[in-house]
């Protein structure tokens, strides 16, 4: 019986995911400075600073099994290359004059995240995953004088998740302290930062039906290890792989992250994160759509629980992951939108994974 409740819990804790959003531009660790300005966090190796970056978030992230989705769920399977998307392929042609962006998007924006994922080990198959993000964001010029996104103060506001639905697998995934750095440390890349997309957005408005279309172009985050180019280069598979390091300087490798679950413990993990972010302006000050999604992860076999020192399959599902955006004083900050959205004010975005239950663990 024992055996039987352990092996539960590494099923579910495979299962973990974190949310997307809008970030700053540039190959960067989001560490509080603006504008790419800051080196990364723990980053001995000179890397670059973010608008000065080639790299970016931008490609495909590579498939970690060769586990096949439930059929009986819609999903999308993290794709093999990055040529699947062309950036701003669903942004229409018509053009949108700069007073039309200043008026209807230019600001700052309260913005949550839900997304939704299922993973697979070697025994677990298609154990689902919800998460939230919240954020501040900014839609206004960059240094180019072109309007760009950012998130204000480099920024996660805060990052919940719930995994399992049943007894089994049940759990929750601990980073959603406001000031974790969880929420503050990564690299990240906009299209811009790639080799080959230099003219690339990140952001893009156009106009379809009489309205006007959002979209953010492929970007990428990176936890607990250093890459160039996170668009063409492998993923972490082994301990010993030099890009590896010690991202939250917590005097483990890699990055940690505690589970919640019939058993407690640590992971330590590298991470990558791309998305593509689409939606339109359905009322004034209102941005609602969905996201494009894809990860990979590999546990560090330094983990604590040797049973959590593996690898998992993760593939998402584009049409319950969908965003909400709503105009915002510009003096919002993470402090108040967390102290707003706990009350349930700002955002009604409707959580379309109830399948997936709130659980004793949450809190």
Known sequence: MKKFLILGFVFCFLTFSISCGGNEGGKETENGSDDGNAEASGDETGEKNDEAAVPDEETTVPDN??????E????TETPDSDETETPGENVSEDPVTEEEIESNFAGTWAQKIIFRSQSSAAVAKNVPSVTM??????IRKN?????DFFKKGNRICRTDNRTGDNALTFGVVHFNEP???LNTVFFHWKPKDIPGQEN?????IGKADGGYTFRLNKDYELRGAKMEDPSTEPMVTDKNDPRIFDHDEDGHPAFTVGFNGFANGDMYYVQRLSHIVTGKLVAEGRIEGNIEWWEDQFSHPDTPNKTLSMQKTTVTNTEKTVFQMIKVDDSMDCETLLERADKGEIFDLADPNTDVPHNEYEN
Not at 65 to 70: A, S, V
Not at 133 to 138: N, P, Q, S
Not at 143 to 147: A, S, T, W, Y
């Open 179 to 181: 000031f974790s750095k």
């Open 143 to 147: 240094e180019k004088g072109e309007f």
């Open 72 to 75: 009986a769920e819609e999903v």
């Open 65 to 70: 099994g060769n586990e096949e989705p439930d």
């Open 200 to 204: 690339v957005p990140y952001l893009e």
């Open 133 to 138: 993000r919240y954020l501040v964001v900014e």
